[in-house]
């Protein structure tokens, strides 16, 4: 910190009407704290670095790929990335989510791909939230059916991707025949409730569902079959991650389990 004792000196000097004396005096103030100056300074340009770069990721959020923010904006200590956890998941999408169906996922709230879940695994996640049965019916009674058909069309791509060479002839994945929404819906009243609000679970459901939107367009621009049908198998093991933690919260009050496509 620069005293007021230097200062009172240089003053004195300029008082003196030696004008000599001022440089010397400019030379020695410099000389003591340009240390400080510089400090004063650098802390200027970098804190403008700093609000630069904050705007810059404000307004191209794909910048922060390299960097530890995940969509939602949440500070973290790891490395951020759509495949970051599983290789296998969509490098298509966008680091700001803005070309999924569900905007906020599991990616959106941790920045990283989640693990597929096995047939009849319980160790990911560690627990389902709680829902009330007459809820988890209600759900499963008005959108199984549909969730059922849209998986349905879903396997009949292999065939599609097997019999055609142009894969933009498949409908695009907003189309209604593949009831993702409803997916979706299912997924809203399996693992949430006002009590609970959004959950984690939840948040995971939508990014297996998103997987599968991601990947019906992955297939429409793939450049040959091996890589339509590499997406193919992403889909039916978003599915079967979906359907296992929707048959985890099925009882016997609540209805029948669905049936994993591994086992079809």
């Given at each position: 910190?620069?005293?007021r004792s230097t200062l009172f000196i240089c003053f004195s000097l300029f008082t003196s009407d030696t004008t000599a004396l001022i440089?010397?005096?400019?030379?020695?103030?410099?000389?003591?704290?340009?240390?400080?100056?510089?400090?004063?300074?650098?802390?200027?340009?970098?804190?403008?670095?700093?609000?630069?770069?904050?705007?810059?990721?404000?307004?191209?959020?794909?910048?922060?790929?390299?960097?530890?923010?995940?969509?939602?904006?949440?500070?973290?200590?790891?490395?951020?990335?759509?495949?970051?956890?599983?290789?296998?998941?969509?490098?298509?999408?966008?680091?700001?989510?803005?070309?999924?169906?569900?905007?906020?996922?599991?990616?959106?709230?941790?920045?990283?791909?989640?693990?597929?879940?096995?047939?009849?695994?319980?160790?990911?996640?560690?627990?389902?939230?709680?829902?009330?049965?007459?809820?988890?019916?209600?759900?499963?009674?008005?959108?199984?059916?549909?969730?059922?058909?849209?998986?349905?069309?879903?396997?009949?791509?292999?065939?599609?991707?097997?019999?055609?060479?142009?894969?933009?002839?498949?409908?695009?994945?907003?189309?209604?025949?593949?009831?993702?929404?409803?997916?979706?819906?299912?997924?809203?009243?399996?693992?949430?409730?006002?009590?609970?609000?959004?959950?984690?679970?939840?948040?995971?459901?939508?990014?297996?569902?998103?997987?599968?939107?991601?990947?019906?367009?992955?297939i429409r621009n793939a450049k040959s079959e091996e890589e339509a049908l590499v997406k193919y198998e992403a889909i039916k093991k978003?599915?079967?991650?979906?359907?296992?933690?929707?048959?985890?919260?099925?009882?016997?009050?609540?209805?029948?389990k669905f049936h994993l496509l591994v086992a079809q």
């Open positions: 910190m620069i005293r440089a010397d005096c400019h030379h020695t103030f410099y000389k003591k704290h340009s240390t400080t100056l510089l400090r004063v300074v650098n802390r200027r340009l970098l804190l403008q670095e700093m609000g630069t770069l904050g705007l810059a990721v404000a307004l191209k959020p794909e910048l922060s790929l390299a960097g530890e923010f995940t969509p939602g904006g949440t500070l973290v200590d790891r490395v951020v990335g759509a495949q970051v956890g599983n290789p296998e998941a969509s490098a298509s999408r966008k680091f700001d989510n803005s070309n999924v169906l569900f905007y906020q996922d599991h990616f959106f709230k941790f920045g990283v791909a989640a693990p597929w879940i096995t047939s009849g695994s319980t160790d990911f996640p560690k627990s389902m939230p709680f829902v009330v049965s007459q809820q988890r019916y209600d759900n499963l009674k008005k959108y199984g059916e549909r969730v059922k058909s849209g998986v349905k069309v879903l396997v009949g791509l292999r065939d599609i991707i097997m019999a055609e060479g142009d894969y933009t002839q498949i409908p695009g994945p907003d189309a209604p025949e593949y009831q993702l929404r409803p997916l979706g819906l299912l997924a809203n009243g399996m693992m949430a409730s006002e009590n609970t609000g959004a959950t984690n679970e939840l948040f995971l459901a939508r990014w297996y569902v998103n997987e599968i939107y991601l990947d019906i367009n992955d978003a599915v079967d991650s979906y359907y296992g933690m929707i048959n985890r919260v099925i009882t016997s009050k609540v209805g029948d």
